[in-house]
């Protein structure tokens, strides 16, 4: 199974050149960490993925670095979205698909890890979009193979942990089985479709 990651890149890519300045320290659905902390973590995951796909090695398996707004400079209006077109590229080759991939420091097939870098490109773009007011285009034909891919991994992840699982996700949020892929995806992650921002 292979997924284009371009379409929901792109789509974060834009959310980001977009973002309010003034928006960087808004909470975010993602954990409750801000919306600067929440962008570091995406361009590490970039890094992250985009290694496992080439088969690259990195010092630290792939890791989850905690986010640490400090990190983002003043260039991440730029730099990240093109570490997206990045990743995305990466995916793009067959080879980033077979095998095995290292990332999360674990190997895992590769499949896995380029369905875990869809949903983590999907997921958090949706959390970019939400804490800054902006639209997410979720409902969007391009992005409908991006959310089955996502949607496939996270239902398998969640049958295994109906609790949560730590370090992914939390406990699932009951959405209506007949609501849009989108609303799923996020209950599934332990998002509330619904959710807003908090009054500042």
């Given amino acids: 199974m292979t997924a284009d990651l371009g379409p929901a890149t792109d789509a974060l890519a834009a959310i980001i050149r977009s973002l309010p300045g003034d928006r960087l320290s808004a909470p975010t659905p993602s954990g409750g960490i801000t919306v600067a902390e929440l962008l570091d973590h995406i361009d590490g995951l970039c890094v992250a993925f985009a290694a496992a796909a080439t088969k690259t090695p990195l010092e630290d398996g792939g890791r989850a670095r905690t986010p640490d707004a400090s990190r983002l400079g003043d260039d991440w209006r730029e730099r990240i979205p093109a570490r997206l077109d990045e990743l995305a590229r990466a995916w793009r080759a067959p080879s980033a698909w077979s095998g095995t991939a290292e990332v999360g420091g674990g190997r895992m097939p590769a499949e896995v890890a380029g369905a875990a870098a869809v949903d983590e490109v999907v997921i958090h773009g949706w959390d970019v979009a939400v804490a800054t007011g902006q639209p997410y285009p979720g409902e969007e034909p391009a992005l409908a193979e991006a959310l089955r891919e996502a949607y496939a991994w996270v239902s398998a992840v969640a049958a295994g942990s109906p609790q949560g699982s730590p370090g992914l996700f939390g406990p699932p949020v ?12 996020l209950g599934l992650t332990g998002r509330d479709p619904a959710w807003t921002p908090p009054a500042p």
Wanted: glycine share 8%; hydrophobic share 40%.
């Fill in 174 to 185: 009951p959405v209506p089985g007949d609501a849009p892929l989108m609303d799923r995806l």
